[in-house]
Nanobody, 116 residues
């Protein structure tokens, strides 16, 4: 029932930008906080950004603060991650997640590669 679909990934040079989108359905989107995680092969996933249900308060990993911005449009059931000043170490699969009634729901992920 819960479905999450990420899009917007790609390959960019260091210093470039990407905007990721997350389309969610199957739950009352406006009542839930949403997160972006990323995973690099051989490493545990890490929380990149979080936004509360109403979209007012956010938090970020220290490694991306000042460069990434999470936002949401509850009328469109969509979360965004604006990624600026990208670095090679940002290379990862990015996932949009929601914790709904104690369960974590994940999308399929979208690949971001930052390289010359």
């Amino acid at each position: 029932q819960v479905h999450i679909v990420e899009s917007g990934g790609g390959t960019v040079q260091p210093g470039g930008s990407l905007r990721l989108s997350c389309a969610a359905s199957g739950f009352t989107f406006r009542l839930y906080g949403m997160s972006w995680y990323r995973r690099t092969p051989g490493k545990e996933r890490e929380l990149v950004a979080f936004i509360i249900s109403a979209g007012g308060n956010t938090n970020y990993a220290d490694s991306v603060k000042g460069r990434f911005t999470i936002s949401r449009d509850n009328a469109k059931n969509t979360v965004y991650l604006q990624m600026n000043s990208l670095k090679p170490e940002d290379t990862a699969v990015y996932y949009c997640t929601a914790r709904v009634r104690g369960f974590d729901y994940w999308g399929q992920g979208t690949q971001v590669t930052v390289s010359f």
